[in-house]
């Protein structure tokens, strides 16, 4: 699988706006990604599928073949700064396969969403995100990171629980589609020796299931 993850771009707004309709529908007003991007609490983060491009928002063309998808996996391979770098790709028309965006107040990152395209799903991406948005967090000097998912959703439950989540609250009624509650979860002490070597052992597990290579994060 070829994928990496790097910051959110302006250009890239039309892809991850048509992924959280997808996974959100319910959710309204619908996120104004512009906004975030201009907001100096919000990060957001997309994983790019390097095998795919689009001519133009919305629009997919070919995954690449042969020789041209073997130059692709080198550059993505040995690029400097890959995993959060800031290089764009000389394509300049990267496919978005998921992304995920947090707010940072004081020493806490709130995860606002998580969402990968359904034709993705079940293929490592979503992990992957939450990988970045860990590694990410940390590198910001963050201490807890805290998010909500409905308490029907088993498969965030047990992924989050993984990654060292608990419950830690429950808002009930919380999604305005069919109030549903929602189970609140914590990651604290993010930066500390156990937890960071759990995640190194996730990391290394993903790889070898995935085999989607991580790198670290450009400074």
Request: overall charge positive; some cysteine.
């Amino acid at each position: 699988m070829s994928c990496y993850v790097r910051l959110m771009r302006k250009e890239d707004i039309d892809q991850v706006t048509k992924i959280d309709r997808e996974a959100f529908p319910a959710m309204w007003p619908p996120v104004n990604y512009q906004r975030e991007l201009q907001n100096s609490l919000a990060h957001y983060i997309v994983a790019c599928d390097e095998e795919r491009t689009v001519e133009k928002p919305g629009v997919e063309v070919a995954p690449q073949r042969g020789f041209s998808r073997l130059k692709s996996r080198v550059r993505q391979w040995f690029s400097y700064g890959r995993f959060f770098g800031n290089e764009m790709p000389s394509s300049g028309r990267q496919y978005i396969s998921g992304f995920a965006g947090f707010w940072i107040m004081a020493d806490e990152a709130h995860i606002i969403s998580l969402a990968v395209r359904e034709t993705h799903r079940h293929q490592g991406v979503g992990e992957l995100l939450l990988i970045a948005t860990i590694d990410l967090a940390t590198q910001l000097n963050t201490r807890i990171i805290t998010l909500e998912v409905r308490a029907s959703n088993t498969a965030a439950l047990g992924l989050y629980g993984k990654y060292g989540f608990t419950q830690v609250g429950l808002r009930r009624g919380y999604y305005a589609d069919n109030k549903e509650d929602a189970i609140l979860m914590s990651a604290e002490n993010i930066t500390s020796a156990p937890f960071q070597a759990n995640l190194q052992q996730l990391k290394q597990s993903h790889f070898r299931k995935w085999g989607i290579p991580l790198c670290e994060i450009a400074r």
